[in-house]
Each structure stands twice: as structure tokens, then as C-alpha cells.
């Protein structure tokens, strides 16, 4: 299985701050990687597709950058809506498999 | 648009067999372009994906849930289905239904989600 491990698991930020999430995959998976935003008691949203493209939808607050093995989701500034947690996930293969989450709380 | 929605029992007893529907609404459970899949969450912790399954039959589930895991299609009433067999406590979870599309398989569309506890 492939494994895929974000960091912060938490982070504290302030409305208007940029914040930046990591997730590194335990082997290269190309650009097979997505973000997913979840609000508590909510079903997770597609942000990021393919590594670096904007879900239909999502504020270009967003982005997403990386291949092979590192990746990173940048929200360029903050917004009280954006507070909740974030899943990478991959589909290089079988088990599709996420990372364990960052929770994004308010300084 | 297309919409998901999952049904089944809330309250499953130990070593019985969960059993979930999610049905489809909005748009064709038949085209070839997207997977069905199921993913769970257990309180307070990650997604664990299940596994999916594809138009034309074709399954594909996570080994950790061993041969637990059945996923069925019955496109004449767009739905599909899970069947976990011998369930413990560590199933209790909520179960999302959800499609997968395009080369990334990104999760695009979710079901709100259904609460299973497994208890006597």
C-alpha cells in the first residue's frame, strides 16, 4: 500500500494568513494526488484534482503544486469558511489510500 | 446534478453483515466514465477507502477488509451496494457513497454520509 503522510497534523492561522499543507507519498504516484476540504459532520469537497487543477467551483484562493513523491496545498489567504480539516489522497493504485488529515484551526 | 444517498440499517450486531445501499439520482449510474465506491470514517479519525466498483462489474477493494467486502450494481434501479460480512466494533463508522471520475479518480461526488454502529 502506498502511504501518504501530511504535515502539520494541526495548524493554528489567522483570516488572511497563507497556509500551506505538505503530503508526501511513500513512493512516486505521478500526479495522482487530490485535496479534499471536510467541516465537521459534513462529506469531504473536492478542491484539487491531478496534483494542481481547481475543482469546478472552489475559490482560486486555492491551489495545489507537486509530482511524484511531495505536494503541496496553499490557501493564499485565509478565510473563516476555510477553517476545517484536510485529506490528501492517492489513486496512483489500489488501495486508494489518504493521508491522515490537517486540521486547520483559528488562531 | 448528480446527487447520492445512502440507506440501511443504523444498528448492526457483531458478526452479522452490514448491508448499504446508495442510490443515484441526477445522472446515469451506467455511464463507463466513472467508478461507485464506498468510504468510511470512524468518529474522530481518517477516511478509509472501501473499495469501488465500475459500469461493467469490475471490483476493486482494500485487502485490509480481507474477503469481508462485497460491492454490487443494479444499474435498472441506479443503485449499488455494500455487504460487510462479520462485523466488529471497529466497523462503527459513518459510510459515504461516493463517485470517482476522470484519470485522478478524485472523489467528486459524495453521499451525506450514514451512521453504522455495530453493537448487541
Known amino acids: 500500500d502506498i502511504q501518504m503522510t501530511q504535515s502539520p497534523s494541526s495548524l493554528s492561522a489567522s483570516v488572511g494568513d497563507r497556509v500551506t499543507i505538505t503530503c508526501r507519498a511513500s513512493q512516486s504516484i505521478s500526479s495522482y494526488l487530490n485535496w479534499y476540504q471536510q467541516k465537521p459532520g459534513k462529506a469531504p469537497n473536492l478542491l484539487i484534482y491531478?496534483?494542481?487543477s481547481l475543482q469546478s467551483g472552489v475559490p482560486s484562493r486555492f491551489s495545489g503544486s507537486g509530482s511524484g513523491t511531495d505536494f503541496t496545498l496553499t490557501i493564499s489567504s485565509l478565510q473563516p469558511e476555510d477553517f476545517a480539516t484536510y485529506y490528501c489522497q492517492q489513486s496512483y493504485s489500489t488501495p486508494i489510500t489518504f493521508g491522515q488529515g490537517t486540521r486547520l484551526e483559528i488562531k | 446534478q448528480v446527487q447520492l444517498q445512502e440507506s440501511g440499517p443504523g444498528l448492526v450486531k457483531p458478526s452479522q453483515t452490514l448491508s448499504l445501499t446508495c442510490s443515484v439520482s441526477?445522472?446515469?449510474?451506467?455511464?463507463?466514465?466513472?467508478?461507485w465506491n464506498w468510504i468510511r470514517q470512524p468518529a474522530g479519525k481518517g477516511l478509509e477507502w472501501i473499495g469501488r466498483?465500475?459500469?461493467?462489474?469490475?471490483?476493486h477493494h482494500n485487502p485490509s477488509l480481507k474477503s469481508r467486502v462485497t460491492i454490487s450494481l443494479d444499474a435498472s434501479k441506479s443503485q449499488f451496494s455494500l455487504k460487510l460480512s462479520s462485523v466488529t466494533a471497529a466497523d462503527t463508522a459513518v459510510y459515504f457513497c461516493v463517485r470517482s471520475s476522470g484519470w485522478s479518480d478524485a472523489f467528486d461526488i459524495w453521499g451525506q454520509g450514514t451512521m453504522v454502529t455495530v453493537s448487541s
Open positions: 441526477g445522472g446515469s449510474i451506467s455511464s463507463n466514465t466513472y467508478y
Open positions: 491531478a496534483a494542481s
Open positions: 466498483i465500475y459500469t461493467g462489474g469490475s471490483t
